[in-house]
């Protein structure tokens, strides 16, 4: 089942309960006035984030939600029960939008939450009516619906470390290599369609469909993949020896991140030279030499090489834990 990132769902609050026509009826009071109570108030809607990877999967076959409604009032001047609250879980770095009015929430950390929707006024019983003039009101009001909306929900992964590189660069091999994830692999372009996650003793490694040039502008999966990447802490960065010419691979994506902004361009950087059983060692010495000119962590790999990916996987988590400290 495929990364689920982006739904619409419809979520409502709780209607009020209705106010009732009741008498007091007691044992030698003849004439027992209005005591019919008023409707409770129905539940409120929250939404939270919670730390999870597929919360939304449970959203694929229901997309519409309801809050409890307030249920009536009734006699001796009794006020229904208030609806409970619904609270409607959603991964950590979701954005929520309502359709219609654009307002947002964005759910940054776990446990944040937000009151999305109030319930309806519940409504008043036939006591609420009584006056010098009226002893005797027959008059109730019903309750009053709760708010209702259209959410649409977009999730941008907040990942420990983010997968960056061309289609065919050695992504999800090094995914499953690192976290024994099962991201689908294969000897093309695009293989990956939606995010990959992996857990890597706690940290989180998203795999991110592969970028090309004009990507800022939506090419390919751009908009997609840069959404994702927007919020992930750290960025390996897979070039291919496959390539033509790897520093120019290596810029273009380079730019690419620039050109979207949100400080992508600026997020620490991990570089992995991958499939080095391509070409020769004088030529993977060479490459590496270039590549440490930007002053940034270079490692090397063919993604298959058990030990070259432990070494990596233990500098990684080096890397990741003084990136938390």
Do not use: C
């Not at 409604?69 to 006699?75: I, L, S, Y």
């Not at 750290?234 to 020896?241: D, G, I, N, R, T």
């Not at 600026?266 to 070409?279: G, S």
């Amino acid at each position: 089942m495929t990364f689920l990132d982006e739904i619409n769902l419809t979520v409502s609050a709780g209607k009020g309960g209705d106010g009732v026509v009741r008498w007091r009826r007691e044992k030698f009071i003849a004439k027992g006035g209005p005591n019919g109570g008023d409707g409770g108030r129905g539940g409120d809607v929250y939404i939270r984030a919670i730390r999870s990877l597929r919360v939304l999967d449970q959203y694929r076959s229901k997309k519409e939600f309801a809050a409890q409604d307030g249920t009536p009032g009734d006699a001796k001047s009794l006020k229904g029960a208030d609806g409970d609250r619904l609270y409607i879980d959603f991964p950590i770095g979701s954005t929520i939008t309502v359709v219609g009015t654009g307002v947002t929430y964005d759910l940054l950390k776990e446990g944040q939450e937000f009151k999305l929707l109030r319930g309806g006024q519940g409504g008043f019983g036939n006591e609420h009516f009584k006056s010098s003039t009226n002893q005797a009101p027959a008059n109730f009001t019903p309750g009053k619906p709760g708010e209702s909306v259209e959410l649409h929900i977009e999730v941008s992964l907040i990942a420990d470390a983010g997968l960056v590189g061309f289609p065919n660069a050695g992504k999800s091999s090094l995914l499953n290599a690192l976290t024994n994830a099962t991201a689908k692999v294969g000897a093309y372009p695009f293989t990956t369609l939606d995010p990959n996650l992996g857990d890597l003793y706690g940290f989180i490694i998203a795999d991110i469909p592969g970028l090309i040039e004009g990507a800022s502008e939506g090419r390919g999966l751009g908009h997609t993949f840069l959404r994702h990447v927007s919020r992930t802490k750290v960025l390996v960065h897979l070039v291919s020896f496959e390539q033509e010419n790897m520093m120019d691979s290596y810029k273009a994506i380079r730019e690419e991140l620039a050109k979207f902004g949100q400080g992508l361009a600026e997020k620490d950087e991990i570089i992995l030279l991958t499939k080095t059983d391509t070409v020769d060692q004088k030529t993977i010495d060479a490459t590496v030499k270039e590549f440490k000119k930007l002053k940034k962590p270079v490692f090397t790999s063919t993604l298959f090489d058990e030990e070259s990916v432990k070494t990596f996987n233990d500098e990684l988590i080096k890397f990741l834990k003084k990136d938390t400290e």
